[in-house]
């Protein structure tokens, strides 16, 4: 089985998350529908993660869960993930603790770094050339990665 793997990252606030949902579930419903089996990573730093995590559980509700994959990809252990396993492992298909090695400052961007490596597509939604999901859009686009802005407000196009 062929498995192809979408990473997610935006930013912690978003204005507008009804339009941004709006994106997600087309692109995501799409991608559900071209592709054999779909891996999506998903990280749990803010609205933009929660609307993914979201949209992908409806859509494997509505289109059903056999060619999908919802993965969330901690940077370490947690004390919410460590407080709450059981409800975490309910709602995600699949849970990975990165390396615990990571110095906790340098986690996230080793996490994100290692998602993007993975993945065949990366989706952003970026209002700004600052913060992490700008830093991760700068590393994906680096490596050539197939990176796809859906922000529709923004300063600069990325």
Known sequence: MQTYTIAFFGHRQIEDIDIMEKSL??????????KEYV?????????????????????????????TAHVLVLPYMT???????????????????????????????????????????IIFYLER????????YRYASEKGKNVKNIAIKMNKTY
């Open 25 to 34: 579930t087309a692109l995501i419903e799409a991608r559900i529908s071209e």
């Open 39 to 67: 891996e999506f990573l998903v990280g749990r730093n803010g609205d933009f993660d929660r609307s993914v995590s979201s949209v992908i559980r409806t859509m494997q509700k509505r289109k059903g869960s056999e060619n």
């Open 79 to 121: 004390a919410e993930y460590f407080r709450n396993q059981e409800a975490f492992e309910a709602y995600y298909d699949e849970i990975e603790i990165m390396d615990a090695s990571a110095h906790f400052k340098n986690a996230i961007t080793k996490r994100n770094r290692a998602m993007i490596d993975r993945a065949d597509e």
């Open 129 to 136: 050339d600052a913060g992490g999901a700008y830093d991760a």
